[in-house]
């Protein structure tokens, strides 16, 4: 073949090239991998850079709300209600970060862009965390990463303050002193007006980061008080007006950020900077669609 063929073949031989390099990466993301298995973490891919961490999180039985004389303590906190979580669930490691909301959603409305990419997100709405784990969960479907009964949700109520006590029965996951906040959440005293990277400070029990403080976290189902007694699976009210979010955030003093503590906000809302989001991969329940 002389050099001239060679020259005219040479784009052709080029694009070859980058359709098989394409095709190979996009595999990556399509072609079916093996299932989460209860019991351990997983690593969910949410593009061919970036991906989330989940812990799963095992059915267990606990005491939502806060009894009379926390300090800090609102109305809206009791009565105590006992809570039994059937079915075990995965969720984030982190609260979403933005670069992993961007990874899905293709934008980036976080005010706080300045903190980094790896800084929660946050100015996003109730409606808008439920569409990124509706994409996701279209996403792990068609390649067959989701167990049979699963979907990608924002957690219930329940499930949140289940997985933020992590069994303890304290004001915080680490004790009752607000004063050792500043070991696990970025609020009033430590944050500087500012969210910041998540997963710097001490995790809880169940190795969970950032469940108070750093931004509100919002939850799947409607506010309304809770029922007293003994409960399985609550959901909150059928209707409501506000969604509930739950946490604590750079904004807030000790008090706002124990762990039973609940904050409802318009599930509408786009200019909160002290909202964002967590992640769960839950059995399907009417609160998390």
Request: with cysteine; aromatic share 10%.
């Amino acid at each position: 073949m002389n050099s001239y063929l060679v020259a005219r073949r040479l784009p052709e031989f080029v694009l070859l090239v980058s359709v098989v390099q394409y095709t190979a990466l996009a595999q990556q993301t399509i072609l079916p991998e093996k299932q989460p298995e209860p019991g351990g973490e997983f690593t969910v891919r949410l593009d061919l850079n970036r991906s989330m961490a989940m812990v799963w999180l095992a059915p267990g039985t606990f005491v939502m709300g806060s009894p009379g004389g926390e300090s800090g303590r609102r109305t809206d906190e009791g009565p105590l209600t006992r809570v039994t979580i059937s079915h075990g669930f995965w969720l984030g490691k982190t609260p979403v970060t933005q670069a992993q909301y961007e990874a899905v959603m293709g934008v980036n409305p976080s005010d706080f862009k300045m903190a980094g990419p790896n800084a929660p997100v946050e100015s996003v709405s109730w409606t808008q965390a439920m569409e990124f784990c509706h994409r996701l969960t279209v996403q792990e479907r068609r390649g067959g990463r989701l167990p049979a009964g699963y979907s990608y949700t924002l957690p219930t109520e329940a499930q949140w303050e289940y997985a933020c006590r992590a069994g303890t029965t304290s004001e915080f996951y680490n004790g009752d002193s607000g004063e050792d906040l500043s070991k696990i959440a970025w609020c009033k005293a430590n944050a500087h007006g500012t969210t910041h990277p998540v997963g710097q400070l001490q995790p809880n029990a169940w190795g969970l980061y950032d469940m108070l403080g750093n931004l509100w976290q919002w939850c799947a189902d409607w506010y309304g008080p809770y029922s007293g007694g003994s409960v399985t699976d609550p959901a909150g009210p059928p209707t409501g007006m506000k969604r509930n979010n739950r946490g604590g955030s750079w904004d807030n003093f000790p008090d706002r950020c124990r762990s039973a503590a609940r904050s409802p906000d318009d599930p509408s809302v786009t200019d909160n900077t002290a909202l964002g989001f967590r992640l769960a991969l839950a059995p399907e329940h009417p609160a998390n669609r």
